[in-house]
C-alpha cells in the first residue's frame, strides 16, 4: 500500500468515525435548535436528525464500497443480509400503497426507505471501527449525552418552566428528553444504560464515571415511566448477569447488591417523583402510565387469561386486550393486515393509512370511540411483518440472530457489553416503536460488535 492510499484511508477512517460522534452530538443540538426556533423565536426553520441522515447516506455509501472496491472488506453473511434487506425495502416502496410516504416517511415520524437506508450503512460502516479506543469513545459520548439527556428530564419533571418543553399535557410527570416522547426516551436509555454497567462491570478504568452513570441513567429510566424499556432492562441485566457469573465475572453477592439497588431505587424515584408533582403542580397521576402500575396490571392481566369471561371498558374492550395501553388490541387486529400484504408489504411507513381501513366495523367504532391513531403497530418487529412483508422479517431476525451470536460466543470483554446493550433495545422493541433519533445508534451498537469480533 503507497503513502497516498495509506493518507487517503485515514481520512475516510476520520470521516467514519466524525459521522458518528456527531451523530450522537446532534440529539440534544437538533432538539433544541428546533424547540427555541418554535416557541421563542415563532420560526418554521427545521432542522432534524432524519433530515441529517439523508444528507449523510451518500457519503455512507461511498465510504463502505470505497472500503469494498479496495479490498480493506471482505464481504460475509452480513453484507448480504443487508443487501436483502434493502432489496425488500425497496420492492415495498414500489408497492407501497403510497410510494412517496414509504421513501421519505410520514408526517413527524421520517422514517422511509432512505433514513433505513442510512441505518443500514451506519452498521456496515461501524464494523470499520475497531480499535478499542475509538470503540470506548463512542461509548463515552453515548453516556454522556445520556447524562445531559437526564439533567433535561430531570428539569422537566421536578421544574418545568418556559424553557423546559413537555409535549404530553396530561402526563407532565412523564420525562421525554431530547427524544420527545416517554417512550422513546426510555429506549435510548435502556441502549446507554447497559453500556455504562457494562463498562462499570468490565471496564478497568474510570469505576467511579460508569457507576454514577449507571445511577443516573437508571433514574432518568423510571423518570420516564416507560414500561415496555423498563422490562427489556430487566431482561438484559438477567441475562447480563447471568452472563457474567457463567465467564466468572461477578459473584452472587454483587448480582444480590445490584438487584436491591434496582428495586429500591424503583420504588424510591418513583414515590418521590409522585409526592414531588402532586403537592408543587397538583398533577393527577395514572396507574397505566407509571411503571408500577403497569407491573401490578401485569399481573392482573395474566390471572385475566384464566378467566372464562372478560369484562370490558366504555369503549369495548376487554382487559386483556386494554393491556400496556391497548397494545393487545392493536396486536391482534394489526395480524389481520398481514394476509393481504404478506409479500411486499402495505408499504414503509403505510401502517397509518392502512390500518384504519383493515378494521371492520365493530373495530372501528372502538378505534374512534377511543379518539387514537395508530400510526405503527408498536411493535417493531410487527410493523416490519406489516409493512415490509414476511420475507423482510424473516431476514431481518436472522440477522439479529447473527449479531447476538457473534455476541455470545466471543471473548472479548469490550463485545460483552455491546452485547447487553443490543439484548436491551432488541426486546424494548417487542413493544416499542423505531424513531430516527433512536434506532441510529443500535445499529451502530451492532456495527461495532460486529466489526471487533470479525477482527478478533
Given at each position: 500500500m503507497t503513502n497516498r492510499q495509506e493518507k487517503i484511508n485515514s481520512i475516510i477512517d476520520k470521516i467514519n468515525f466524525i459521522i458518528i460522534i456527531c451523530l450522537i452530538v446532534l440529539v440534544p443540538?437538533?432538539?433544541?435548535?428546533?424547540?427555541?426556533?418554535?416557541?421563542?423565536?415563532?420560526?418554521?426553520?427545521?432542522?432534524?436528525?432524519?433530515?441529517?441522515?439523508?444528507?449523510?447516506?451518500p457519503i455512507e455509501i461511498i465510504i463502505y464500497f470505497y472500503k469494498l472496491f479496495t479490498k480493506q472488506i471482505r464481504m460475509n453473511i452480513f453484507d448480504l443480509l443487508v443487501y436483502l434487506l434493502i432489496l425488500f425495502g425497496v420492492i415495498s416502496t414500489?408497492?407501497?400503497?403510497?410510494?412517496?410516504?414509504?421513501?421519505?416517511g410520514s408526517k413527524y415520524r421520517f422514517e422511509g426507505l432512505v433514513q433505513i437506508c442510512a441505518y443500514y450503512f451506519l452498521f456496515l460502516n461501524s464494523r470499520f471501527i475497531t480499535k478499542k479506543d475509538l470503540v470506548i469513545k463512542i461509548i463515552n459520548t453515548l453516556i454522556i449525552i445520556g447524562i445531559i439527556q437526564f439533567i433535561y428530564s430531570f428539569l422537566q419533571v421536578f421544574v418545568r418552566g418556559n424553557y423546559v418543553y413537555v409535549k404530553y399535557e396530561y402526563?407532565?410527570?412523564?420525562?421525554?428528553?431530547?427524544?420527545?416522547?416517554?417512550?422513546?426516551?426510555g429506549s435510548y436509555i435502556v441502549l446507554t444504560l447497559l453500556l455504562a454497567l457494562g463498562m462499570y462491570f468490565l471496564h478497568d478504568k474510570h469505576k467511579k464515571f460508569y457507576l454514577i452513570s449507571s445511577i443516573l441513567l437508571y433514574?432518568?429510566?423510571?423518570?420516564?415511566?416507560?414500561?415496555?424499556?423498563?422490562?427489556?432492562?430487566?431482561?438484559?441485566?438477567?441475562?447480563?448477569?447471568?452472563?457474567?457469573?457463567?465467564?466468572?465475572?461477578?459473584?452472587?453477592?454483587?448480582?444480590?447488591?445490584?438487584?436491591?439497588?434496582?428495586?429500591?431505587?424503583?420504588?424510591?424515584?418513583?414515590?418521590?417523583?409522585?409526592?414531588?408533582?402532586?403537592?408543587?403542580?397538583?398533577d393527577h397521576y395514572r396507574d397505566d402510565f407509571t411503571i408500577v402500575g403497569d407491573i401490578k396490571d401485569t399481573f392482573i392481566t395474566i390471572a385475566d387469561l384464566f378467566k372464562l369471561e372478560h369484562e370490558t371498558n366504555a369503549y369495548g374492550i376487554n382487559h386483556i386486550e386494554e393491556y400496556g395501553s391497548n397494545r393487545i388490541w392493536l396486536w391482534t387486529r394489526s395480524l389481520k393486515m398481514v394476509p393481504k400484504y404478506w409479500l411486499h408489504g402495505t408499504g414503509i411507513d403505510n401502517f397509518g393509512i392502512t390500518f384504519t381501513k383493515s378494521l371492520d366495523e365493530s373495530d372501528r367504532?372502538?378505534?374512534?370511540?377511543?379518539?387514537?391513531?395508530?400510526?405503527?403497530?408498536?411493535?417493531?418487529?410487527?410493523?416490519?411483518?406489516?409493512?415490509?412483508?414476511?420475507?423482510?422479517?424473516?431476514?431481518?431476525?436472522?440477522?439479529?440472530?447473527?449479531?447476538?451470536?457473534?455476541?455470545?460466543?466471543?471473548?472479548?470483554?469490550?463485545?460483552?457489553v455491546l452485547i447487553f446493550s443490543f439484548v436491551g433495545y432488541a426486546v424494548q422493541a417487542f413493544t416499542n416503536i423505531s424513531v430516527y433519533n433512536v434506532a441510529p445508534f443500535f445499529y451502530i451498537v451492532m456495527g461495532m460488535l460486529v466489526g471487533i469480533e470479525g477482527k478478533n
Amino acid at each position: 500500500m503507497t503513502n497516498r492510499q495509506e493518507k487517503i484511508n485515514s481520512i475516510i477512517d476520520k470521516i467514519n468515525f466524525i459521522i458518528i460522534i456527531c451523530l450522537i452530538v446532534l440529539v440534544p443540538i437538533t432538539f433544541f435548535i428546533n424547540y427555541f426556533s418554535l416557541f421563542h423565536f415563532h420560526s418554521t426553520f427545521s432542522f432534524k436528525i432524519h433530515q441529517v441522515l439523508t444528507y449523510i447516506l451518500p457519503i455512507e455509501i461511498i465510504i463502505y464500497f470505497y472500503k469494498l472496491f479496495t479490498k480493506q472488506i471482505r464481504m460475509n453473511i452480513f453484507d448480504l443480509l443487508v443487501y436483502l434487506l434493502i432489496l425488500f425495502g425497496v420492492i415495498s416502496t414500489i408497492y407501497a400503497v403510497d410510494p412517496n410516504l414509504a421513501l421519505w416517511g410520514s408526517k413527524y415520524r421520517f422514517e422511509g426507505l432512505v433514513q433505513i437506508c442510512a441505518y443500514y450503512f451506519l452498521f456496515l460502516n461501524s464494523r470499520f471501527i475497531t480499535k478499542k479506543d475509538l470503540v470506548i469513545k463512542i461509548i463515552n459520548t453515548l453516556i454522556i449525552i445520556g447524562i445531559i439527556q437526564f439533567i433535561y428530564s430531570f428539569l422537566q419533571v421536578f421544574v418545568r418552566g418556559n424553557y423546559v418543553y413537555v409535549k404530553y399535557e396530561y402526563v407532565y410527570y412523564r420525562a421525554s428528553g431530547f427524544i420527545g416522547h416517554p417512550n422513546m426516551l426510555g429506549s435510548y436509555i435502556v441502549l446507554t444504560l447497559l453500556l455504562a454497567l457494562g463498562m462499570y462491570f468490565l471496564h478497568d478504568k474510570h469505576k467511579k464515571f460508569y457507576l454514577i452513570s449507571s445511577i443516573l441513567l437508571y433514574t432518568n429510566l423510571i423518570l420516564a415511566q416507560s414500561t415496555g424499556p423498563f422490562y427489556g432492562f430487566i431482561v438484559a441485566l438477567i441475562f447480563m448477569f447471568v452472563y457474567l457469573f457463567i465467564k466468572k465475572k461477578v459473584n452472587i453477592r454483587q448480582i444480590l447488591i445490584s438487584l436491591v439497588v434496582i428495586i429500591v431505587g424503583l420504588i424510591s424515584v418513583s414515590s418521590i417523583s409522585r409526592l414531588w408533582c402532586e403537592a408543587k403542580f397538583y398533577d393527577h397521576y395514572r396507574d397505566d402510565f407509571t411503571i408500577v402500575g403497569d407491573i401490578k396490571d401485569t399481573f392482573i392481566t395474566i390471572a385475566d387469561l384464566f378467566k372464562l369471561e372478560h369484562e370490558t371498558n366504555a369503549y369495548g374492550i376487554n382487559h386483556i386486550e386494554e393491556y400496556g395501553s391497548n397494545r393487545i388490541w392493536l396486536w391482534t387486529r394489526s395480524l389481520k393486515m398481514v394476509p393481504k400484504y404478506w409479500l411486499h408489504g402495505t408499504g414503509i411507513d403505510n401502517f397509518g393509512i392502512t390500518f384504519t381501513k383493515s378494521l371492520d366495523e365493530s373495530d372501528r367504532n372502538i378505534f374512534y370511540l377511543g379518539g387514537a391513531y395508530f400510526d405503527r403497530a408498536h411493535n417493531e418487529y410487527l410493523q416490519l411483518l406489516v409493512t415490509q412483508g414476511v420475507l423482510a422479517l424473516v431476514t431481518y431476525l436472522i440477522f439479529l440472530f447473527m449479531v447476538f451470536w457473534n455476541g455470545v460466543r466471543s471473548k472479548d470483554t469490550l463485545v460483552w457489553v455491546l452485547i447487553f446493550s443490543f439484548v436491551g433495545y432488541a426486546v424494548q422493541a417487542f413493544t416499542n416503536i423505531s424513531v430516527y433519533n433512536v434506532a441510529p445508534f443500535f445499529y451502530i451498537v451492532m456495527g461495532m460488535l460486529v466489526g471487533i469480533e470479525g477482527k478478533n
